[in-house]
């Protein structure tokens, strides 16, 4: 018997967040989560759909497309949508407020994937060079750039393992901690996902070229010291503290080891620069952190809070996307539980660029020196990368399809930008002449770390149903020489 009321679409629009008490619905039942928007584990990114249907949010925020969030929502039930407001049997959608209004303006020149949110990366014509510009840098955003006004009111809240809470504007960070830049490589754990699907088959997620990785150098503060300032002690530090969860201002989350967060020479930093100017909006303006070393999904953008904690985040970028599983995992038989979160990343390699080039002009080059070349020859440009801050120590090249193989010449930049102490946080750019006799069919190229891991030559042996971690020998056809 159905004892509860019907509900008109206006009533539950007068719930909204001015309101005091806060409605949803779900097809055309209607719910009154006033008690649950403090539980809410994303927190009050939860307020942007009351007083209407949670379906549109729900579309983005995937993960509560799962039975246990189904039957929490159900404790809250009160009753069904009249159906003189039903059109089919279902409510109207509702006009949600578009969050992607105050988006920046992005170079033209970035390689969309999709526009809201944006998802662009970096052309290969802008690969080439060790540091990419930030306006060439790669965008991987979840969901929109959120409006945080000026830097002087933003607020960054460190939760210690007690509860306790100290809060830091951007300016006491500057003030009072010493500063540092690191040159480090960000690399989407989605970057070369197409040639996974085009090697193996299909993936779920944005189809990303090998543009998903760009380098910058950044500047800022490390985690450490501001968590030492905050009453964490770093030499002793309570035991129950495992991970560091951190929150970014438009709701996406994510958490990194607490090992890793305080290790010296993690290099974890909070950084307010990028390339010596303002952190760009896209690239998380005002305030970042940056995990070197692991899967760009570790470096939350906007960053408002840092939680120590003995659990992981609960965000769905922790608990599912961002992780791998064996060939025969697919999206109807996955237990996301089964496998790690994905922190430090595997050896990755690419070819960026293939450019033929006369002998005389090779005569008196480096390279004609290094390899002893005079005839015609083809030059291959390109990128290797280590999670970890592993060191890229070799790139092999072959110039038929993997029966012979070279060693592409390594550029000395990053000498420059690390002292000893630090790890390999960067990318090395590499480069190989090949006589033009040598090729045959494909180019492939693949990168060896200081610890001698390497890449693995087909796809299909280590295929995962979200095409993350797409390190495969990188192919190219001979024929695309310019
Ligand atoms: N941080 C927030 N707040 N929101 C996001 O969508 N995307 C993550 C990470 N940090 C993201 C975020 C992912 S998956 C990647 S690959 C990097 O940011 C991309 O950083 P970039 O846009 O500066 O290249
Ligand atoms: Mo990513």
Same mark, same amino acid.
């Given at each position: 018997?159905?004892?509860?009321?019907?509900?008109?679409?206006?009533?539950?629009?007068?719930?909204?967040?001015?309101?005091?008490?806060?409605?949803?619905?779900?097809?055309?039942?209607?719910?009154?989560?006033?008690?649950?928007?403090?539980? %809410?584990?994303?927190?009050?990114?939860?307020?942007?759909? !009351?007083?209407?249907?949670?379906?549109?949010?729900?579309?983005?925020?995937?993960?509560?497309?799962? *039975?246990?969030?189904?039957?929490?929502?159900?404790?809250?039930?009160?009753?069904?949508?009249?159906?003189?407001?039903?059109?089919?049997?279902?409510?109207?959608?509702?006009?949600?407020?578009?969050?992607?209004?105050?988006?920046?303006?992005?170079?033209?020149?970035?390689?969309?994937?999709?526009?809201?949110?944006?998802?662009? &990366?970096?052309?290969?014509?802008?690969?080439?060079?060790?540091?990419?510009?930030?306006?060439?840098?790669?965008?991987?955003?979840?969901?929109?750039?959120?409006?945080?006004?000026?830097?002087?009111? %933003?607020?960054?809240?460190?939760?210690?393992?007690?509860?306790?809470?100290?809060?830091?504007? =951007?300016?006491?960070?500057?003030?009072?901690?010493?500063?540092?830049?690191?040159?480090?490589?960000?690399?989407?754990?989605?970057?070369?996902?197409?040639?996974?699907?085009?090697?193996?088959?299909?993936?779920?997620?944005?189809?990303?070229?090998?543009?998903?990785?760009?380098?910058?150098?950044?500047?800022?503060? $490390?985690?450490?010291?501001?968590?030492?300032?905050?009453?964490?002690?770093?030499? &002793?530090?309570?035991?129950?503290?495992?991970?560091?969860?951190? =929150? +970014?201002?438009?709701?996406?989350?994510?958490?990194?080891?607490?090992?890793?967060?305080?290790?010296?020479?993690?290099? =974890?930093?909070?950084?307010?620069?990028?390339?010596?100017?303002?952190?760009? *909006?896209?690239?998380?303006?005002?305030?970042?952190?940056?995990?070197? @070393?692991?899967?760009?999904?570790?470096? !939350?953008?906007?960053?408002?809070?840092?939680?120590?904690?003995?659990?992981?985040?609960?965000?769905?970028?922790?608990?599912?996307?961002?992780?791998?599983?064996?060939?025969?995992?697919?999206?109807?038989? =996955?237990?996301?539980?089964?496998?790690?979160?994905?922190?430090?990343?595997?050896?990755?390699?690419?070819?960026?660029? !293939?450019?033929?080039?006369?002998?005389?002009?090779?005569?008196?080059?480096?390279?004609?020196?290094?390899? +002893?070349?005079?005839?015609?020859?083809?030059?291959?440009?390109?990128?290797?990368?280590?999670? @970890?801050?592993? &060191?890229?120590?070799?790139?092999?090249?072959?110039?038929?399809?993997?029966?012979?193989?070279?060693?592409?010449?390594?550029?000395?930049?990053?000498?420059?930008? %690390?002292?000893?102490?630090?790890?390999?946080?960067?990318?090395?750019?590499? $480069?190989?002449?090949?006589?033009?006799?040598?090729? %045959?069919?494909?180019?492939? !190229?693949?990168?060896?770390?200081?610890?001698?891991?390497?890449?693995? &030559?087909?796809?299909?042996?280590?295929?995962?149903?979200?095409?993350?971690?797409?390190?495969?020998?990188? *192919?190219?056809?001979?024929?695309?020489?310019?």
């Amino acid at each position: 018997p159905n004892e509860r009321p019907l509900i008109r679409l206006a009533e539950i629009q007068e719930h909204n967040r001015e309101a005091g008490t806060f409605w949803v619905y779900r097809g055309d039942r209607v719910y009154d989560i006033t008690d649950w928007v403090p539980n %809410h584990p994303g927190g009050e990114v939860i307020l942007r759909a !009351v007083g209407g249907s949670i379906e549109p949010y729900w579309n983005i925020f995937t993960i509560h497309q799962n *039975r246990d969030v189904y039957d929490i929502l159900e404790q809250y039930f009160i009753g069904n949508i009249d159906p003189r407001d039903l059109v089919d049997g279902k409510a109207p959608a509702r006009l949600v407020d578009d969050p992607f209004k105050s988006d920046p303006e992005r170079d033209s020149s970035l390689m969309v994937r999709s526009s809201r949110p944006c998802n662009a &990366e970096t052309p290969a014509s802008e690969l080439g060079t060790f540091i990419t510009p930030a306006e060439k840098f790669y965008v991987r955003n979840h969901l929109w750039v959120p409006d945080v006004g000026d830097a002087e009111d %933003h607020r960054l809240t460190i939760e210690l393992i007690d509860g306790e809470e100290v809060t830091y504007s =951007v300016a006491d960070l500057r003030k009072n901690f010493r500063e540092y830049n690191i040159t480090a490589t960000l690399q989407c754990s989605g970057n070369r996902r197409a040639h996974m699907t085009a090697g193996s088959r299909p993936t779920n997620g944005l189809q990303w070229q090998i543009g998903a990785i760009s380098t910058a150098t950044w500047t800022g503060v $490390r985690l450490r010291d501001v968590l030492a300032h905050a009453g964490v002690d770093l030499n &002793e530090p309570d035991e129950d503290i495992k991970h560091a969860q951190f =929150v +970014g201002a438009e709701a996406y989350g994510a958490s990194i080891s607490f090992d890793k967060a305080i290790d010296r020479h993690g290099d =974890v930093m909070l950084v307010y620069a990028m390339n010596g100017q303002a952190l760009p *909006r896209d690239h998380g303006y005002p305030l970042r952190v940056l995990v070197p @070393g692991h899967v760009a999904a570790r470096s !939350v953008k906007w960053l408002n809070k840092v939680i120590l904690s003995g659990d992981e985040s609960t965000s769905q970028w922790q608990k599912r996307d961002y992780k791998c599983f064996g060939p025969n995992v697919a999206s109807h038989n =996955v237990n996301w539980d089964d496998a790690p979160a994905i922190q430090e990343t595997p050896v990755q390699s690419a070819i960026t660029g !293939v450019r033929q080039v006369k002998g005389d002009r090779l005569r008196d080059s480096d390279l004609a020196r290094v390899y +002893g070349l005079e005839e015609e020859s083809v030059v291959l440009e390109g990128y290797a990368f280590a999670g @970890g801050g592993r &060191e890229i120590i070799r790139v092999d090249v072959s110039p038929d399809n993997g029966k012979t193989w070279w060693q592409a010449q390594l550029l000395p930049h990053d000498k420059d930008v %690390h002292d000893d102490n630090q790890k390999a946080w960067a990318w090395k750019q590499w $480069r190989l002449a090949v006589p033009t006799h040598a090729l %045959h069919e494909h180019f492939c !190229v693949k990168a060896v770390d200081e610890s001698y891991n390497s890449q693995p &030559e087909q796809f299909d042996a280590f295929y995962n149903f979200r095409g993350n971690l797409a390190n495969g020998w990188h *192919r190219v056809p001979v024929s695309s020489r310019s």
